[in-house]
């Protein structure tokens, strides 16, 4: 019996290994691959005590009434996807919201979403941490960056000026 236990952990061990890795790869080939997307942030306080310097991402495009996304955000699912549009700052606009991956138009594409509060749709990441004292150069921020892949899956690369360049 004891035998099988250690064989047990170890190949749950080696599972949860695997799995770890192959989440890195699809995020590092998401970072490559994907398509950078820039979403307007809304105004927000960027200081926590207790997490330091950050700013919290709040998408101008999430709100669900000021965009007419919905009649009621109740009858919006959890969780699918929003078709977002780019225009040719590379600025996304959303155009629906919809359950599953059914045929887009030639200039649409999606990116996951799911519910969070009053009336916001959650987008991908919520907040962007900087080195402590560091913050002045991001209080510039007008858009929050984004690479998206073919599956709607989002990860933030950074916030970006009014001019569209990456603030380092």
């Known amino acids: 019996m004891k035998k099988y236990k250690w064989l047990l952990i170890g190949g749950n061990l080696i599972l949860l290994l695997a ?3 192959w989440s890195v790869v699809r995020k590092e080939q998401t970072l490559k691959e994907g398509e950078l997307v820039l979403f307007r942030l809304a105004p927000v306080d960027p200081r926590s005590l207790m997490q330091g310097d950050y700013m919290a991402l709040n998408y101008e495009v999430a709100d669900i009434k000021r965009n007419h996304l919905a009649d009621s955000f109740a009858l919006v699912p959890w969780r699918g996807y929003a078709v977002i549009v780019l225009d ?12 599953d991956k059914s045929e887009l138009a030639a200039n649409e594409q999606l990116i996951k979403y799911h519910k969070g509060y009053f009336d916001l749709l959650k987008l991908g990441a919520e907040s962007f941490f900087f080195e402590e004292g560091k913050g002045e150069p991001y209080t510039k921020a007008v858009y929050g960056g984004l690479r998206v892949d073919s599956d709607g899956n989002s990860i933030l690369v950074g916030v970006y000026d009014d001019r569209f360049r990456l603030i380092p």
Request: net charge positive.
């Open 19 to 21: 799995y770890f890795n």
């Open 88 to 99: 040719s700052n590379r600025v996304a606009k959303i155009v629906r919201l919809q359950s």
